[in-house]
């Protein structure tokens, strides 16, 4: 389901929540606005919580996306991710982009302009949820805990100065605990917003779909 639920409620926010809007850079580059997390609850420690065991259990994954920029412009399309640190984005056409991390580098690929921007894993708030090993209580930066109903939704920023951005992942609860958004915060403090569904956890990815291909090199979608 691409359609956030959570649109239709009003939050209950534990503390003051990062903008939902839309916008873009996957790789979220963003100065840390301070030091301090949150000190959190018994209840939102259980929701963390949650959040890493969610991550450690989930070692294939594949589904169909919406990203919604800061204008308003939505792209979909499908994507696979396979952990340690390995994802695929193929947007669907006209665009000939795709976005790959093979567990070191984070690739962005515009087949139709033959340009590609590639940036460090480590570097983009994403090693932290894709990481053999994720706790996202001893690794990042708790801002903001919500709980709307069966929704609830983390803030987060990684811990080490050398990894800035800001990720707010949003989950369903119920029937089964299952991610269905996040929204990264860029430099400007635009926002780009992925919506996920259709997911499937039961299918064994093919390690030959998160190599990142030389451009120019024959364009083939997953």
């Known amino acids: 389901m691409l359609a956030s639920a959570a649109a239709a409620q009003t939050p209950t926010p534990v503390a003051a929540p990062i903008g939902a809007t839309a916008g873009t850079a ?12 949150l000190v959190l609850d018994a209840r939102q420690s259980e929701i963390v919580a949650s959040v890493s065991e969610y991550f450690n259990k989930l070692d294939n994954l594949q589904g169909r996306f919406a990203q919604t920029a800061a204008d308003g412009k939505v792209m979909k399309g499908k994507f696979a991710m396979k952990r340690p640190g390995r994802f695929r984005f193929d947007y669907a056409r006209p665009s000939l982009q795709v976005i ?67 990720i707010r992942l949003t989950f369903d609860a ?30 064994e990815l093919d390690p030959k779909m998160f190599v990142i291909r030389p451009m120019g090199a024959a364009f083939n979608r997953q």
């Open 174 to 203: 119920k029937p089964a605990f299952q991610l269905k958004q996040w929204v990264t915060k860029d430099a400007q403090g635009l926002d780009t917003t992925v919506d996920v569904g259709d997911l499937d956890t039961t299918a």
């Open 26 to 37: 996957w790789s979220a580059e963003v100065a840390p606005n301070g030091t301090a997390g």
């Open 100 to 166: 790959i991390s093979d567990g070191s580098y984070l690739a962005i690929q515009d087949h139709d302009l033959n340009n590609e921007d590639r940036v460090e894993l480590d570097q983009t708030p994403f090693r932290l949820l894709l990481r053999k090993d994720v706790d996202i209580a001893r690794d990042a930066r708790i801002l903001a805990v919500e709980e709307a109903g069966d929704v609830v939704s983390v803030v987060l920023q990684d811990k080490s100065p050398d990894t800035p951005g800001k």
